[in-house]
Protein backbone atom coordinates (compact mmCIF):
# COMPACT_ATOMS: atom_id res chain seq x y z
CA UNK A 1 0.00 0.00 0.00
CA UNK A 2 1.48 3.70 -0.74
CA UNK A 3 2.66 5.97 2.02
CA UNK A 4 0.40 9.03 0.42
CA UNK A 5 -2.89 10.49 -0.83
CA UNK A 6 -2.49 13.89 -2.51
CA UNK A 7 -5.50 15.79 -2.04
CA UNK A 8 -5.13 18.82 -4.17
CA UNK A 9 -7.36 21.87 -5.72
CA UNK A 10 -7.49 22.17 -9.26
CA UNK A 11 -7.52 26.06 -10.78
CA UNK A 12 -4.70 27.68 -9.99
CA UNK A 13 -2.74 25.07 -8.34
CA UNK A 14 -2.35 21.89 -10.48
CA UNK A 15 -3.68 24.36 -13.35
CA UNK A 16 -2.10 27.69 -14.66
CA UNK A 17 -4.68 29.95 -13.27
CA UNK A 18 -4.46 31.69 -16.49
CA UNK A 19 -3.75 28.98 -19.67
CA UNK A 20 -5.50 26.13 -17.39
CA UNK A 21 -2.40 23.76 -18.80
CA UNK A 22 -0.80 21.15 -16.57
CA UNK A 23 2.35 21.05 -18.42
CA UNK A 24 4.50 22.51 -15.55
CA UNK A 25 2.95 19.38 -13.33
CA UNK A 26 3.44 16.80 -15.90
CA UNK A 27 6.41 14.97 -15.00
CA UNK A 28 5.24 14.66 -11.45
CA UNK A 29 1.76 13.62 -12.04
CA UNK A 30 3.44 10.09 -14.30
CA UNK A 31 5.52 9.55 -11.34
CA UNK A 32 2.50 9.30 -9.07
CA UNK A 33 0.86 7.31 -11.06
CA UNK A 34 3.98 4.97 -11.63
CA UNK A 35 3.76 4.52 -7.60
CA UNK A 36 0.36 4.11 -7.57
CA UNK A 37 -0.15 7.18 -5.26
CA UNK A 38 -3.72 8.33 -5.39
CA UNK A 39 -4.22 11.92 -6.34
CA UNK A 40 -7.88 13.37 -4.82
CA UNK A 41 -9.06 16.37 -7.14
CA UNK A 42 -11.12 18.62 -4.31
CA UNK A 43 -12.44 21.63 -6.16
CA UNK A 44 -15.33 23.96 -6.74
CA UNK A 45 -15.69 22.45 -10.50
CA UNK A 46 -18.33 20.39 -11.66
CA UNK A 47 -18.47 16.65 -12.18
CA UNK A 48 -18.00 16.78 -16.15
CA UNK A 49 -14.99 19.17 -15.45
CA UNK A 50 -13.19 16.53 -13.28
CA UNK A 51 -13.87 13.68 -15.41
CA UNK A 52 -12.88 15.28 -18.45
CA UNK A 53 -9.44 16.13 -16.66
CA UNK A 54 -9.24 12.22 -14.79
CA UNK A 55 -9.64 11.31 -18.35
CA UNK A 56 -6.50 13.36 -19.44
CA UNK A 57 -4.51 12.51 -16.85
CA UNK A 58 -5.34 8.76 -16.60
CA UNK A 59 -6.34 9.31 -13.37
CA UNK A 60 -9.32 7.11 -11.63
CA UNK A 61 -8.90 8.56 -7.81
CA UNK A 62 -12.15 9.51 -5.63
CA UNK A 63 -13.11 13.30 -6.14
CA UNK A 64 -14.90 16.14 -4.64
CA UNK A 65 -16.75 18.81 -6.65
CA UNK A 66 -18.56 21.88 -5.76
CA UNK A 67 -16.60 22.65 -2.67
CA UNK A 68 -17.68 19.49 -1.39
CA UNK A 69 -21.10 19.03 -2.01
CA UNK A 70 -20.20 15.79 -3.38
CA UNK A 71 -17.72 12.43 -3.43
CA UNK A 72 -17.63 10.94 -6.79
CA UNK A 73 -16.41 7.48 -5.63
CA UNK A 74 -15.50 4.48 -8.03
CA UNK A 75 -19.39 2.74 -7.66
CA UNK A 76 -21.53 5.72 -6.13
CA UNK A 77 -21.70 9.46 -5.46
CA UNK A 78 -22.04 10.50 -2.17
CA UNK A 79 -24.13 13.39 -1.61
CA UNK A 80 -22.95 16.07 0.90
CA UNK A 81 -24.67 19.20 -0.35
CA UNK A 82 -28.13 20.31 -1.18
CA UNK A 83 -29.80 19.54 -5.08
CA UNK A 84 -29.19 22.69 -7.36
CA UNK A 85 -32.83 23.73 -8.03
CA UNK A 86 -33.13 24.35 -4.20
CA UNK A 87 -29.97 26.07 -4.07
CA UNK A 88 -31.06 28.27 -6.97
CA UNK A 89 -34.48 29.26 -5.01
CA UNK A 90 -32.52 30.03 -1.41
CA UNK A 91 -30.07 31.62 -3.63
CA UNK A 92 -32.50 34.24 -5.65
CA UNK A 93 -34.87 34.67 -2.28
CA UNK A 94 -31.17 35.89 -0.42
CA UNK A 95 -30.51 38.27 -3.25
CA UNK A 96 -34.27 39.58 -3.11
CA UNK A 97 -33.90 39.95 0.88
CA UNK A 98 -30.12 41.74 0.92
CA UNK A 99 -30.86 44.04 -2.49
CA UNK A 100 -27.96 42.70 -3.84
CA UNK A 101 -27.44 42.54 -7.65
CA UNK A 102 -25.34 39.66 -7.73
CA UNK A 103 -25.55 37.51 -10.71
CA UNK A 104 -25.29 33.68 -10.49
CA UNK A 105 -23.50 31.85 -13.91
CA UNK A 106 -26.99 30.28 -14.39
CA UNK A 107 -27.99 34.04 -15.30
CA UNK A 108 -24.82 34.29 -18.05
CA UNK A 109 -24.45 33.30 -21.17
CA UNK A 110 -21.88 31.15 -22.33
CA UNK A 111 -20.13 34.17 -23.95
CA UNK A 112 -20.44 36.28 -20.66
CA UNK A 113 -18.61 33.10 -19.05
CA UNK A 114 -15.93 32.59 -21.70
CA UNK A 115 -15.16 35.93 -21.28
CA UNK A 116 -15.30 35.83 -17.56
CA UNK A 117 -13.23 32.96 -16.79
CA UNK A 118 -11.19 32.85 -20.00
CA UNK A 119 -12.47 28.81 -20.65
CA UNK A 120 -13.10 28.10 -24.11
CA UNK A 121 -17.48 26.97 -24.97
CA UNK A 122 -16.90 23.43 -24.39
CA UNK A 123 -15.44 24.23 -21.45
CA UNK A 124 -18.02 26.52 -20.01
CA UNK A 125 -20.73 24.01 -20.96
CA UNK A 126 -18.82 21.58 -18.58
CA UNK A 127 -18.72 24.05 -15.96
CA UNK A 128 -22.26 25.24 -16.06
CA UNK A 129 -23.72 21.67 -15.49
CA UNK A 130 -23.36 21.78 -11.88
CA UNK A 131 -25.83 19.71 -9.90
CA UNK A 132 -25.27 21.43 -6.03
CA UNK A 133 -23.89 24.98 -6.22
CA UNK A 134 -24.40 28.52 -7.59
CA UNK A 135 -21.64 30.07 -8.52
CA UNK A 136 -22.50 34.32 -8.28
CA UNK A 137 -19.99 37.38 -9.38
CA UNK A 138 -19.54 40.03 -6.57
CA UNK A 139 -18.18 43.70 -7.98
CA UNK A 140 -16.31 45.13 -5.70
CA UNK A 141 -19.16 48.11 -5.03
CA UNK A 142 -21.41 45.24 -4.00
CA UNK A 143 -18.71 43.87 -1.53
CA UNK A 144 -20.75 45.76 1.68
CA UNK A 145 -23.86 43.43 0.57
CA UNK A 146 -22.11 39.87 0.81
CA UNK A 147 -21.70 40.20 4.94
CA UNK A 148 -25.49 40.35 4.79
CA UNK A 149 -25.66 37.69 2.09
CA UNK A 150 -23.66 35.50 4.39
CA UNK A 151 -25.63 36.01 7.48
CA UNK A 152 -28.81 35.59 5.65
CA UNK A 153 -27.87 31.92 4.11
CA UNK A 154 -26.45 30.87 7.03
CA UNK A 155 -30.36 31.65 9.11
CA UNK A 156 -31.01 28.70 6.05
CA UNK A 157 -28.73 26.52 6.65
CA UNK A 158 -26.17 27.54 3.91
CA UNK A 159 -23.04 28.48 3.39
CA UNK A 160 -21.22 31.15 0.99
CA UNK A 161 -17.43 30.36 -0.02
CA UNK A 162 -14.94 32.35 -1.67
CA UNK A 163 -12.91 32.77 -4.16
CA UNK A 164 -10.90 35.12 -6.17
CA UNK A 165 -13.35 34.78 -9.21
CA UNK A 166 -16.54 34.22 -7.39
CA UNK A 167 -18.20 33.28 -4.38
CA UNK A 168 -20.44 30.06 -3.91
CA UNK A 169 -23.75 29.45 -2.12
CA UNK A 170 -23.76 25.87 -1.54
CA UNK A 171 -25.20 23.34 1.28
CA UNK A 172 -23.92 22.63 4.90
CA UNK A 173 -20.78 21.17 3.75
CA UNK A 174 -16.97 22.63 2.31
CA UNK A 175 -13.93 20.97 1.27
CA UNK A 176 -12.68 20.13 4.90
CA UNK A 177 -16.12 17.82 5.65
CA UNK A 178 -15.41 16.04 2.27
CA UNK A 179 -11.69 15.39 3.20
CA UNK A 180 -12.37 14.17 6.16
CA UNK A 181 -14.69 11.18 4.53
CA UNK A 182 -11.72 10.92 1.79
CA UNK A 183 -9.18 10.12 4.55
CA UNK A 184 -11.01 8.09 6.90
CA UNK A 185 -11.06 5.28 3.18
CA UNK A 186 -7.37 6.15 3.35
CA UNK A 187 -7.22 5.74 6.82
CA UNK A 188 -3.36 5.18 8.22
CA UNK A 189 -1.74 6.92 4.80
CA UNK A 190 -0.39 10.19 5.27
CA UNK A 191 -2.29 13.10 3.32
CA UNK A 192 -0.68 16.00 1.17
CA UNK A 193 -2.99 18.76 0.93
CA UNK A 194 -2.14 21.24 -2.05
CA UNK A 195 -4.61 24.88 -2.38
CA UNK A 196 -3.87 28.63 -3.26
CA UNK A 197 -6.50 30.34 -2.10
CA UNK A 198 -9.76 30.70 0.71
CA UNK A 199 -11.93 27.92 -0.65
CA UNK A 200 -9.14 25.84 -0.06
CA UNK A 201 -8.35 26.16 3.90
CA UNK A 202 -11.19 23.97 4.75
CA UNK A 203 -8.84 20.94 2.99
CA UNK A 204 -5.75 22.26 4.01
CA UNK A 205 -6.89 22.15 7.65
CA UNK A 206 -8.22 18.67 7.67
CA UNK A 207 -4.78 16.99 6.06
CA UNK A 208 -1.33 16.21 7.07
CA UNK A 209 0.47 18.62 5.39
CA UNK A 210 -0.69 21.69 3.89
CA UNK A 211 0.82 23.58 0.51
CA UNK A 212 -0.11 26.95 -0.65
CA UNK A 213 0.75 27.21 -4.25
CA UNK A 214 2.01 30.51 -5.12
CA UNK A 215 0.03 32.67 -7.61
CA UNK A 216 0.73 34.74 -10.03
CA UNK A 217 3.90 37.22 -9.51
CA UNK A 218 4.83 34.78 -7.05
CA UNK A 219 2.55 36.14 -4.30
CA UNK A 220 0.51 33.42 -2.01
CA UNK A 221 -3.20 34.45 -0.62
CA UNK A 222 -1.79 36.00 2.67
CA UNK A 223 -5.36 35.19 4.62
CA UNK A 224 -4.80 31.27 3.51
CA UNK A 225 -1.00 31.91 4.66
CA UNK A 226 -2.31 33.51 7.94
CA UNK A 227 -5.22 30.94 8.79
CA UNK A 228 -2.37 27.76 8.73
CA UNK A 229 0.71 27.86 11.03
CA UNK A 230 3.12 26.27 9.88
CA UNK A 231 2.45 25.76 6.53
CA UNK A 232 4.81 24.99 3.82
CA UNK A 233 4.65 27.82 0.53
CA UNK A 234 5.94 26.85 -3.04
CA UNK A 235 8.44 29.33 -4.57
CA UNK A 236 7.37 28.95 -8.18
CA UNK A 237 3.60 29.85 -9.22
CA UNK A 238 0.67 26.87 -10.17
CA UNK A 239 1.71 23.74 -11.89
CA UNK A 240 5.44 23.86 -11.33
CA UNK A 241 5.02 25.10 -7.96
CA UNK A 242 2.70 21.60 -7.65
CA UNK A 243 5.42 19.42 -9.00
CA UNK A 244 7.91 20.69 -6.62
CA UNK A 245 5.87 20.34 -3.55
CA UNK A 246 5.48 16.15 -4.89
CA UNK A 247 9.03 16.07 -5.55
CA UNK A 248 10.20 17.46 -2.12
CA UNK A 249 7.78 15.91 -0.04
CA UNK A 250 6.31 12.63 -1.20
CA UNK A 251 8.82 11.75 -4.32
CA UNK A 252 12.57 12.99 -2.35
CA UNK A 253 11.61 11.61 1.22
CA UNK A 254 10.69 14.97 2.63
CA UNK A 255 12.88 17.27 1.02
CA UNK A 256 10.80 20.26 0.68
CA UNK A 257 13.49 22.64 1.72
CA UNK A 258 15.14 23.07 -1.08
CA UNK A 259 12.14 23.40 -2.97
CA UNK A 260 9.05 25.33 -0.81
CA UNK A 261 9.78 27.13 2.08
CA UNK A 262 8.19 27.34 5.73
CA UNK A 263 6.17 30.19 7.21
CA UNK A 264 4.27 30.42 10.09
CA UNK A 265 1.37 32.55 10.83
CA UNK A 266 1.86 36.17 12.10
CA UNK A 267 -0.81 36.20 14.52
Known amino acids: MTDWVVITDI ?3 LLDAVTYSWADAAAALDELRRRKIPVVFCTSKTRDEVEWLQEKLAIHDPFVV ?18 REWTLRQFREIRAETGAAFRGISEMTNGELSQLT ?17 PFEVHAFESSKLSEFVRNARTRGLQVSRSRRFAYLHGPTDKGAA ?13 LGLGDGLLDLPMLR ?17 A ?16 AGWQDAIEGLVLCCGNLETLCTRKRSSR
Do not use: K, M
Request: aromatic share 4%; hydrophobic share 35%; net charge negative.
Open 11 to 13: DGT
Open 66 to 83: ENGSAIVWPDRVEVLGQP
Open 118 to 134: GLDLDAVERARHREYDE
Open 179 to 191: TRRILDRFSRIRS
Open 224 to 239: LVDSLAPIWCTRRVGP
Open 206 to 222: TVDIPVVVAGPGGTHDR
